[in-house]
């Protein structure tokens, strides 16, 4: 079993920046591919980023590439979430998920091995 927490979220104005961590419990955490994804209300949730196991091959999704930056740190079993220049459109529930694989192309192929428990972030305009 394994588990995730994510932190860092908040209340950030528009144009601000917020660094989600995401900590994993696993000591084989450099075995797993790591995604971000985000909920808002009344809407499902949407795939945001994800990383490789050796932290290459980022991939974000058309909304947030340019302002989003992904990264993990093997070691300290995290992958974090750099977000820049929020927009209100980014409030959402940001959850991190985790899958056994060294790279997922495409998450909506597949089902994570993991879920965190979501960290919320609110942008006001």
């Known amino acids: 079993q394994v588990q995730l927490v994510e932190s860092g979220g908040g209340l950030v104005q528009a144009g601000g920046s917020l660094r989600l961590s995401c900590a994993a419990s696993?000591?084989?955490?450099?075995?797993?591919?790591m995604g971000w994804f985000r909920q808002a209300p009344g809407q499902e949730r949407e795939f945001v980023a994800t990383i490789g196991w050796t932290g290459t091959t980022p991939y974000y999704v058309d909304a947030v590439k340019g302002r989003f930056t992904i990264s993990r740190d093997n070691s300290k079993r995290t992958v974090d979430l750099q977000m820049n220049s929020l927009k209100p459109e980014d409030t959402a529930v940001y959850y991190c998920?985790?899958?056994?694989?060294?790279?997922?192309?495409?998450?909506?192929?597949?089902?994570?091995?993991?879920w965190g428990q979501g960290t919320q972030v609110t942008v006001s305009s």
């Open positions: 696993a000591r084989a955490f450099g075995n797993y591919a």
């Open positions: 998920a985790a899958k056994f694989a060294p790279l997922v192309n495409k998450w909506s192929a597949t089902v994570p091995d993991y």
